[in-house]
RNA sequence: GUGGGUGUAGCUCAGUUGGUCAGAGCACCAGGUUGUGGCCCUGGGGGUCGUGGGUUCGAGUCCCAUCUCCCACCCCA
């Protein structure tokens, strides 16, 4: 079908749109409070940037790219999430060059190929945060916070905010040791994944779903009890400063980011009733990934949160905003002669800040109050010819129906005066 | 990528065992009120019944394929 939109997209109609613009104003207002200023990359990258920058053998490199060659034989891609080409760009234009650390935000669509279901799409949106140079656990915990203040400002409740900490290079492959020694035994009975991600990824196996897994790892060592004092002391300082700002959190040892260049603290925030999918965001430290794209080795944390997702929260929730279409008043004429008296005295109404407009499909006096009545309109200006003969039109109300005589001069002031009184009775 | 469900007017949906089955409500337009909306009444426009094959004298109704959307898995936002 022509008509249709490709699978897994969105069109974002007008009478949502509201709802788009209240998710992101807040994401700029709570950024900006935190001082995040906002940087625009492009929509594609190299594709080898997420080949680094994600990593390998993610799902997300190995299966769910948009990757194409252009006309000169380059193979893009178009961003599958927002971190690697922001830390690309924080290199490419030497940004460190302002003082550290650097503070950015970002807002747009991302691309991922997969069977669409409730809360994932083939493009959706992120509001994302970045914050490089620091390595201070008051850092992580002002991630965190932006996150669950934005989250509070558009109302949302019943968010779980899950914590853990993945450790550094130094102290994973201990735990990874330690949890393989500990799975050994077991190997036979975990299902054909896990054994699967025995050597590959045996943190992975904490995630399975399967109930005989489950059993198994359940009693295995956490990365938490294996972590160098470094990254103990870090964790618990920012579960300190979480406290301190009275956010609360689930600690949540079978919380994994998958990518080597993620380091000690991981989160996600959960929601329910959007579905299987109850994430709307997640985030953590990734001090290895500056220095894994080529740059010196610069500390890193961000988030990137699912405005899809979150859109749904507050639907199920409740929240949802008003429409607000409409227009302050409608250009009404009866009758002929009145049409550039009409175009003028729309002209008018805008210039004083009312939102106005007026009839264009030649509809007849009542067609035309019908219209006024479903845009919705809150008054019309009615040009009769008798009363344009004597310089005067009509200024009604739609919700009461009272209607008054006004010069055709004073129109505009009037309309606008009826506006302001119409809000405070 | 795997599995289940789904697809009839702009929207929400009826459509019996294949034979006026192409309908209703809402929306839209016009008229009832030759200068006034919201209620009511009357009338009207609008559908390749997702698409392509097949079975049949005959298919929206049966079969196959394909696409879409929905839901779940994998994984994530």
Redesign the pocket.
């Known amino acids: 079908?022509l008509t249709?939109?490709?699978?897994?997209?969105?069109d974002i109609l007008p009478e949502e749109i509201n709802r788009w613009y209240f998710v992101e104003n807040t994401a700029r207002q709570v950024s900006r409070l935190y001082g995040y200023r906002e940087i625009r990359t492009p929509v594609f990258e190299h594709t080898e940037l997420f080949n680094r920058g994600v990593g390998d053998t993610?799902?997300?490199v190995e299966?769910?790219m948009y990757t194409f060659t252009d006309r000169g034989g380059r193979s893009l891609t178009l961003r599958p999430?927002g971190t690697a080409p922001v830390v690309r760009a924080f290199l490419e234009h030497h940004l460190e060059a302002g003082g550290l650390p650097v503070k950015l935000f970002y807002l747009g669509p991302?691309f991922?190929?997969?069977?669409?279901?409730?809360?994932?799409?083939?493009q959706?949106h992120?509001f994302g945060v970045e914050a490089f140079g620091s390595r201070d656990p008051a850092l992580d915990a002002e991630v965190i916070a932006l996150a669950m203040d934005f989250y509070n400002r558009l109302g949302l409740k019943e968010l779980e905010l899950h914590l853990n900490s993945v450790g550094c290079p130094a102290c994973r492959p201990r735990h990874r040791e330690k949890l393989q020694e500990y799975l050994r035994p077991y190997l036979g009975d975990l299902c054909p994944?896990c054994q699967g991600?025995f050597d590959r990824n045996p943190l992975?196996i904490f995630?399975?779903?399967?109930t005989v897994c489950q059993e198994i790892v359940a009693g295995a060592p956490t990365i938490v009890t294996c972590l160098c004092p470094d990254c103990g002391q870090h964790f618990a300082r920012v579960q300190e400063y979480l406290q301190e700002l009275a956010i609360d959190f689930i600690l949540d040892e079978r919380l994994?980011?998958?990518l080597d260049y993620y380091t000690n603290t991981a989160f996600?925030?959960m929601v329910k009733g959007i579905?299987?999918?109850?994430?709307?965001?997640?985030?953590g430290r990734y001090d290895g990934l500056v220095e894994a794209l080529g740059g010196k080795p610069v500390p890193g944390i961000g988030f990137?949160?699912?405005l899809?997702?979150i859109l749904l929260a507050l639907e199920a929730q409740g929240r949802e905003q008003v429409p607000g279409g409409g227009v302050d008043v409608l250009v009404?004429t009866?009758?002929t002669g009145a049409e550039k008296v009409a175009v003028r005295l729309l002209a008018d109404l805008r210039a004083a800040g009312l939102k106005a407009d007026k009839d264009y499909?030649g509809?007849?006096?009542?067609?035309q109050?019908?219209?006024?009545?479903?845009y919705?309109a809150r008054m019309?200006v009615?040009l009769?010819?008798?009363?344009?003969a004597r310089g005067r039109v009509?200024v009604?109300?739609?919700?009461?129906?009272?209607?008054e005589e006004i010069p055709l001069d004073a129109a505009a002031a009037y309309c606008r005066q009826e506006k302001e009184r119409g809000f405070s009775g």
């Open positions: 079908m249709s939109r490709p699978r897994g997209t969105e993610t799902d997300i299966k769910e999430e991302m991922r190929y997969g069977r669409p279901q409730a809360g994932r799409l083939r959706f992120q994944t991600r992975r995630d399975c779903k399967n994994v980011r998958g996600e925030i579905g299987a999918q109850g994430s709307i965001g997640g985030g990137g949160l699912g899809e997702r009404v009866a009758g499909l509809r007849s006096l009542k067609a109050m019908k219209y006024a009545n479903r919705p019309a009615i009769g010819e008798e009363e344009l009509l009604r109300r739609l919700d009461s129906g009272v209607q």
